[in-house]
């Protein structure tokens, strides 16, 4: 089973009230395992405080390869919101941030995705709200299915 079916195997029979964690890992493939820190939970879907996703087996990227790495995560996630670009790829650090490409703008805020790609093949997603008036912005939790979840989860397993 892979690991998306695990976790959607897991969100649809047993989703349980109020913050929670929910981990799996798929030891048959390369070590992926996924975890979601979630506030809400219900027979169709979630909302999501943050997606996290590491393999266990990588090794660490240089600058080419986690280029590469995160120019095809921002083209295989198509289930959010908005679509992923790559932003910024930090050698040094071996870390490298997408965002969504257009962000969405609501009143005077704009919403939007933040995944970081960081050493070891390790990838956290979260969503912002940015205000143009306060001149800051806040973490602010996001719903998908599980089916969008999952899915989710294959995307950046790629």
């Known amino acids: 089973m892979k690991l998306s079916e695990k976790l959607l195997k897991k969100l649809v029979d047993d989703p349980p009230p109020g913050r929670h964690l929910v981990t799996v890992s798929d030891e048959a493939s390369l070590g992926w ?17 943050e997606l996290a996703v ?9 600058a080419n390869a986690l280029t ?3 120019q095809r995560i921002a083209q295989s996630v198509t289930g959010l919101l908005e679509p992923l670009k790559l932003i910024e790829v930090d050698a ?5 941030l997408l ?9 005077g805020d704009l919403f939007y995705y933040e995944a970081k790609l960081q050493p070891h ?5 979260r969503r912002f709200r940015a205000s143009h008036d306060a001149g800051k912005r806040e973490q602010v939790p996001f719903t998908l299915t599980h089916e ?3 899915k989710l989860v294959d995307d950046t397993t790629v």
């Open 121 to 125: 093949n390790s990838i956290s997603l």
């Open 33 to 49: 395992s996924a975890t979601l820190t979630v506030d809400r939970a219900d027979v169709v879907g979630c909302v999501i405080w």
């Open 99 to 107: 965002r969504s490409d257009a962000p969405m703008q609501r009143g």
């Open 92 to 96: 040094l650090r071996r870390e490298a």
């Open 68 to 70: 590469a790495r995160s």
């Open 54 to 62: 590491q393999c266990r087996a990588a090794e660490a990227w240089d």
């Open 148 to 150: 969008a979840i999952a």
